[in-house]
């Protein structure tokens, strides 16, 4: 477990006691060996059985309730929010080399002489060892800055990717699976390729663009269609979308149809069973399910 004898000196000194740890779903194997290292250390551990979709999804009312004095947010980098509850950020970075696909795979990437590159959290430091190969051997790499480090995306911030495309012939992603370089490749008009380091090749997004957006003209056009209309939001603070909700609500409601706003805590599909809408429209995350939920 990297860093976390690092991340035990950081809630000590935040002087924590009741820890409740918020966690990824990959992490789920390794979270109670986690629990257990940090009650021998000396804490009190809670772990959230709730999903946790990212910084935004913070869970310090829920924390507070039940007694703790501290959060500890694995996976993620500070969001911004306000919070009850201290908040120590692990970032949990996962040590994987990707030089040897990229040396196998160096040849899709020929055509391309300007590369941009971005990353998810785990994967920054892959991400520079990419940099430095692709430089050493004759590419031109563009790493843009806007949330904690070069290159960081997050699923639903791709604006270091949007920044730079003029500047590129095409994006690079470096890290494991597809829903990262795919919110890349919605956002622009360069060709997106990822280096997945679990597949270990490198593959082009554009076949996943090309059903997201089929996927998104015929939603918007059931929208269109549609009489009957409801707006899911959320009560979480870093997912709160209700003042955008009342103002489509309005605008719809302007057009004839007739609109209801859902609250949630968590979508799932047993909570919409026997909902009579023509259309569910998704205000929560804009990466969840696209943006129009049937």
Known sequence: MKDIDKIKEKLKE???EKI???YPEGLVPKIVNIARYLEKEGFEVVLSMEPCYGACDLRDMEAKRLGCDTILHIGHTDFGLESELPIVYWEYRLDT??????KEEFHKLKPYKKIGLVTSLQFVDAMNNVKEFLEENGKEVFVHKTLNYFGQILGCCVYPAEVIQDKVDCFLYVGAGKFHPLGVAIKVDK???SLD???NEIYNLESEKMKYLKKKAWRDSQLEDADTVGILV???KGQNRIEEARKLKKELEDKGKGVTILAFDRITDNKLEGLKFD????MICPRLDDEVVL
Do not use: C, G, M, Y
């Open 279 to 282: 259309i569910l429209v998704n």
């Open 14 to 16: 935040s002087r924590a």
């Open 97 to 102: 080399d990707p030089i040897p696909t990229l």
């Open 20 to 22: 409740f740890i918020q």
């Open 191 to 193: 060709p997106v390729f």
């Open 234 to 236: 959320s009560w979480k």
């Open 197 to 199: 380091v679990e597949r």
